[in-house]
């Protein structure tokens, strides 16, 4: 994926945008092998609170992002499932900036991706599981683990 962003963004100044919280393991693990220039920032985008594993109203908080002006973005987020929070991030950068932005995800779920939303960039696709480690959480546990484990249904408790 790193190969790619530096051909794609060779020639443009970068910003990487973490959808936090999730993300910030697989960003500094990509960035780390992206070896053109570029700039990161983060933004804190929340449809998942405390044990629930459905999505409810998304949450937006753009106040600490750098200055994006004249700038190619990518938004950076650790799973892709129903599309809607990159959906509506993507759409809210977009119309901020007046140009477009692409997305990058360590997994899609396909299976539950309800927006038509294709990533630009993606690691794995994966079966309809809940996953959790490798900066992934179930009620804000997990996000440790070291590699990405699938929680059975009696694990998860609504």
Request: one cysteine or more; charged letters at 20%; proline letters at 6%.
């Amino acid at each position: 994926m790193a190969a790619e962003i530096n051909r794609d963004y060779a020639h443009q100044p970068l910003t990487m945008i973490a959808v936090l919280t999730g993300s910030l393991i697989f960003l500094s693990d990509l960035m780390r092998r992206v070896t053109i220039p570029c700039q990161l920032g983060v933004i804190q985008a929340s449809s998942y609170k405390g044990a629930v594993t459905s999505p409810g109203e998304l949450q937006l908080q753009f106040e600490i992002l750098p200055n994006l002006e004249g700038r190619a973005v990518l938004l950076v987020d650790d799973i892709l499932d129903t599309g809607q929070t990159l959906q509506t991030l993507k759409t809210a950068f977009e119309a901020r900036l007046q140009q477009p932005v692409k997305t990058a995800v360590l997994l899609w779920k396909q299976a539950r991706t309800k927006v038509p939303l294709t990533p630009d960039y993606c690691g794995f696709h994966i079966d309809d599981h809940f996953v959790v480690g490798y900066g992934l959480d179930y009620n804000d546990n997990y996000r440790n683990l070291p590699e990405i484990h699938v929680l059975e249904p009696g694990d998860l408790k609504a």
